[in-house]
């Protein structure tokens, strides 16, 4: 694989992260008026790595491509697509608790407050 290959590939999978990125935290409810249902968030994570798949095609059209070099391809875009999801979800969770965490914290502080500092 030549360099203009290993940059597809690159290209591509960043593409494809950084739309499902976007479609994670993208405040569909003020464009829609609510979040997307289930169908519509798996259409577009599939719909982001279709496109990291044009762009990876696109670029490797002027180049000699084996056809593992497709399957490593489509690899690298899927594993870089739901790695990006469950990293989103699990840095979502980690804000939850922080947050919730924080919440407490202020509310036992408040408690203590109101029962004289003791």
């Keep these: 694989m030549d360099t203009l290959g ?7 999978g960043f593409v494809a992260a950084l739309m499902q990125a976007v479609g994670h935290y993208f405040k569909w409810e003020i464009w829609m008026g609510h979040e997307l249902n289930r169908l519509a968030s798996y259409t577009w994570g599939t719909t ?3 496109v990291g798949m044009v762009i990876w095609a ?15 391809a489509f690899g690298i875009i899927a594993i870089t697509s739901g790695g ?7 840095l979502d969770a980690l804000g939850e608790r922080v ?6 914290d202020l509310m036992d502080a ?3 407050d109101d029962k004289g500092g003791k």
């Design 110 to 112: 408040n408690a203590d």
């Design 58 to 72: 696109s670029i490797s059209m002027y180049r000699q491509v084996q056809s593992w070099e497709a399957l490593l």
């Design 99 to 104: 947050h919730y965490a924080r919440t407490r």
């Design 84 to 90: 990006t999801v469950s990293g989103l979800y699990g």
């Design 48 to 50: 982001a790595m279709f």
């Design 6 to 12: 290993i940059y597809s590939l690159f290209i591509s």
